[in-house]
């Protein structure tokens, strides 16, 4: 009887266990980690499978650092505890620590040596997963799938044909991976001898070889395959309808698009750009409005298609949905927005009597750069409301234009309109980019004092962010020890900017040090200590931070610009790793200006170039700064008398800031540039923000 009890004991104690397991995946399939967790700690009696789910959960929501905790807490492991680590370090894009994991285990089967040739190939390191794969002491099908997965990848589509040769089991992925990379290649005839060879072909394959055919401009054999497949399913059917669409042959992509039994998000999609571009705006909106399942793409392509036909007033409604909708206007949305923008300084304002498209109008002319227009439409508007007032408090403070700003936000509160925070927000930022420390903090007690409004982080931000372009660096600190909310990243990353232009290393590293524990994996932090130390010299400290940057996989955003010209958008990276196809021009008009430069009284600024190089190499790269060679770019194609108009993701540096003033002033162009944090107008050789930013 009581060994009974024991047995049933035990069976219920199981049987619980593997719902609290089911619990914990599906908990963090949802990302609810933290019920997961939960779910985990309220266990009697963990298993090791218990475990290895809580741990997969966390790689899974890209939270690696407490998986790798909690795999070093297990009581007892087994191989599948292991290569969950190295899958989850794999599936993180940390393919260093999942090799360290690796190297550390007690034993090895083909799954964790497959899981690792997976990581490498995925990262493009196919000469390291090609050592590794040699040195398995077995393989099964899937390890010599991802290992010529990894050389089609590469674009060595011989040695991938003689590993395939190689295989001891070719099964139907395998082969059709094959024929992709002979498609790829425009290998079409060994592709399709490798699709007639083979016994069984499977739906993907067939779709495989009918992409291969359109992507090659074989569209005819490619409809003749698609006819005679035995069954088609979305994917297919959404290939021959995009092929069309790409060629141009509209009127037999829609025959198709009508006929398609489901119609996929991106074969709307490309139906909608195609047809629409074509003048079909009427059909193109149609599809539009039935598809339920929109996503970004849906939205850009019928936002193109306004712009593209001179519908700028629907685009711009469109543009105004989409973001009701909850959808983040994309760069493409946002170029088409921009040249619906540029087109519309000839339209008559009076059709304008929509508050939310006007808002947006303003909006978009402010993000353009055009802050005259902007300013027109605002004043032609009646009644404004609070979101229109914000909108051009904001202009005026991207803008630089802080005495407008202060000007602005006295007539708004003078006709009684109430201020909300991002009121504040725009007004404190504004005083903080021209300056004007004593006026902003007399609006930062204001807040409360007229309006009882507690200022929040973005509040305290600006405060700290004007303190510190102020020198005030103390004064910034001791605002932020004195803060009724916790600072977050915004606070401590202002005063770490802070440091940086006024070189205060003390502060510089208590700050990072902040930064690094709410953002780990945020490269910020890292480049402006590494700056502030390469300005001072300290290489050993500079290779410090490189090595613990490396270590924690933290990869730093590489700095580009961007402009339009030619209805295209040409971006430029800094180094130029991938160089624009008109490299050589826009070089040869670098070195035209250097010696004009140089005459008006440019001084290249090596402190910016921040590497440990000598004076010629410092000077050199200073050349290859991705705002440098947009503005190169932007002389060399857009005509005289138009602004030069350069967008950059990071702030724009000193030597930079320099050189484009007087880039300025010897071509007599306007230059206009938005980097992260505001709008330079740089025209006869000055900036507008006054070189205080």
């Not at 303190?467 to 202002?494: F, H, P, Q």
């Not at 001072?536 to 996989?553: F, I, N, P, T, Y």
Request: net charge neutral.
């Amino acid at each position: 009887m009581q060994r009974l009890f024991f047995v049933q004991c035990r069976k219920y104690c199981y049987t619980r266990a593997i719902a609290s397991n089911s619990q914990i995946s599906r908990f963090a399939r949802l990302g609810q980690i933290q019920n997961a967790r939960k779910v985990f700690d309220e266990m009697p009696n963990r298993t090791v499978t218990s475990w290895n789910s809580i741990i997969a959960g966390y790689f899974q929501n890209h939270q690696p650092h407490e998986g790798q905790c909690l795999f070093n807490e297990m009581p007892e492991r087994n191989i599948v505890s292991w290569n969950g680590l190295i899958s989850g370090y794999v599936k993180n894009r940390m393919v260093n620590e999942a090799r360290k994991v690796f190297d550390k285990m007690p034993q090895r089967n083909v799954i964790s040596w497959t899981a690792m040739v997976r990581g490498y190939v995925e990262e493009g390191l196919v000469e390291e997963a090609e050592k590794l794969f040699w040195q398995m002491p077995e393989k099964n099908v899937v390890s010599w799938t991802v290992m010529l997965g990894g050389l089609i990848q590469e674009r060595r589509i011989d040695e991938a044909r003689k590993l395939y040769d190689m295989m001891p089991v070719k099964d139907v992925v395998v082969r059709t991976n094959m024929i992709c990379g002979y498609c790829q290649e425009g290998r079409l005839d060994d592709a399709r001898h490798l699709f007639d060879d083979m016994r069984k072909k499977n739906v993907v394959s067939w779709t495989a070889m009918i992409s291969g055919y359109a992507q090659n401009g074989k569209l005819d054999i490619a409809r003749k395959l698609f006819e005679v497949m035995p069954e088609k399913n979305e994917i297919s059917w959404t290939a021959i309808v995009i092929s069309y669409v790409q060629y141009g042959r509209f009127e037999e992509a829609w025959k198709l698009f009508e006929v398609m039994p489901v119609k996929t998000t991106p074969a709307c999609n490309a139906i909608i750009l195609g047809i629409g571009q074509n003048g079909e705006v009427a059909k193109a909106r149609m599809v539009f409005d039935l598809l339920k399942e929109k996503d970004d793409a849906t939205w850009s392509a019928m936002i193109k298609v306004y712009e593209r036909k001179g519908y700028e007033l629907e685009a711009l409604d469109l543009f105004h949905r989409m973001q009701v909708e909850g959808f983040k206007p994309n760069f493409p949305s946002l170029i088409s927005i921009l040249s619906v923008c540029a087109s519309l300084a000839s339209l008559d304002y009076g059709r304008d009597d929509d508050v939310y498209v006007s808002s947006v109008l303003i909006t978009m002319y402010i993000k353009c750069g055009d802050f005259v227009k902007a300013k027109l439409i605002f004043d032609r508007f009646s009644p404004k409301d609070v979101v229109m007032w914000n909108s051009i408090i904001t202009g005026y403070a991207q803008h630089g234009l802080g005495d407008e700003a202060l000007e602005v936000f006295r007539e708004m509160c003078s006709l009684g309109i109430t201020p909300d925070e991002v009121t504040f927000v725009g007004v404190l930022s504004a005083c903080s980019y021209t300056g004007k420390v004593k006026e902003g903090k007399d609006i930062f007690e204001f807040m409360n004092s007229k309006y009882q409004m507690e200022p929040g982080t973005a509040h305290y931000a600006c405060m700290v962010d004007m303190l510190g372009r102020a020198g005030r660096l103390d004064e910034a600190m001791d605002l932020i020890n004195k803060m009724t909310v916790e600072a977050d990243a915004i606070i401590w990353g202002s005063l770490m900017g802070a440091c940086r232009t006024h070189m205060n290393l003390d502060l510089a590293e208590v700050a990072a040090k902040k930064l690094l524990k709410l953002e780990p994996q945020n490269s910020g932090p890292y480049v402006l200590l590494s700056n502030i130390y390469a300005s001072k010299g300290k290489w050993a400290d500079v290779a410090s931070l490189r090595k613990s940057m490396q270590s924690r996989e933290v990869v730093k955003s590489p700095g580009c610009s961007w402009l339009e010209a030619d209805k295209n958008v040409h971006m430029f990276t800094g180094g130029q790793s991938t160089p624009h196809p008109e490299h050589k021009l826009i070089i040869k008009m670098l070195e035209k200006l250097g010696p004009k430069l140089r005459e008006a009284g440019y001084i290249p600024d090596g402190s910016f170039a921040l590497h440990d190089v000598d004076e010629e190499e410092k000077m050199h790269s200073l050349n290859f700064h991705s705002e440098k060679l947009a503005v190169a770019y932007g002389l060399l194609k857009l005509p005289e008398g138009m602004p030069i108009r350069v967008m950059k993701n990071l702030r724009v540096c000193g030597d930079c800031h320099s050189a484009i003033k007087i880039i300025a002033k010897v071509t007599g162009r306007e230059i206009i540039l938005r980097d992260a944090n505001r709008f330079h107008h740089f025209k006869d050789g000055v900036c507008s923000c006054k070189d205080y930013w």
